[in-house]
C-alpha cells in the first residue's frame, strides 16, 4: 500500500524557518517525480517546487530563494526546507509523487500525502 506521511509543520514566526519531511512507504521514490504544494484557507492549491527523478528542481516564483526541495532515496523521504518564511506562506502542505512529469506539474500527481499544516505570525 502505498503513503505518504507529512511532518515538520508548525506555528513560526517571520523570517524562521521550518523543515518538511514526506516519508514514503510502498514504493520507492527514486522512480517517481515528486513535489510540494500547498492549499491556504479559501484558495486553490499551488504548486511550490518539484523535484525530478533525475534531481534537477523547480520552484514557484514566490519560494524562490527561500525553500529548497530536496530528497534523500535511501530513506525515501522528500524534504522541504523552508527559510524566511513569510505570512503568506502559512498553508496546509502538502507531497506528491507521479511517474509522469506533467500530471504532478499540473497538480494531478499519482500519490498524496495528509498534508502538515505551517502558519507563520507577522
Keep these: 500500500q502505498v503513503q505518504l506521511v507529512e511532518s515538520g509543520g508548525g506555528s513560526v514566526q517571520a523570517g524562521g524557518s521550518l523543515r518538511l ?3 514514503a512507504s510502498g514504493y520507492t521514490i527514486s522512480r517517481y517525480h515528486m513535489g510540494w504544494f500547498r492549499q491556504a484557507p479559501g484558495k486553490e492549491r499551488e504548486g511550490v517546487a518539484i523535484i525530478f527523478i533525475d534531481g534537477r ?7 524562490k530563494g527561500r525553500f529548497t526541495i530536496s530528497k534523500d532515496n ?3 523521504t522528500l524534504y522541504l526546507q523552508m527559510n524566511n518564511l513569510k505570512p503568506e506562506d502559512t498553508a496546509m502542505y502538502y507531497c506528491a509523487a ?4 506533467f500530471q504532478l506539474q499540473l ?3 499519482k500519490f498524496w500525502g495528509q498534508g502538515t499544516q505551517v502558519t507563520v505570525s507577522s
Design 21 to 23: 519531511s514526506c516519508a
Design 57 to 63: 528542481t523547480s520552484y514557484a516564483e514566490s519560494v
Design 74 to 76: 535511501a530513506k525515501n
Design 98 to 101: 507521479d511517474s509522469a512529469l
Design 107 to 109: 497538480g494531478r500527481g
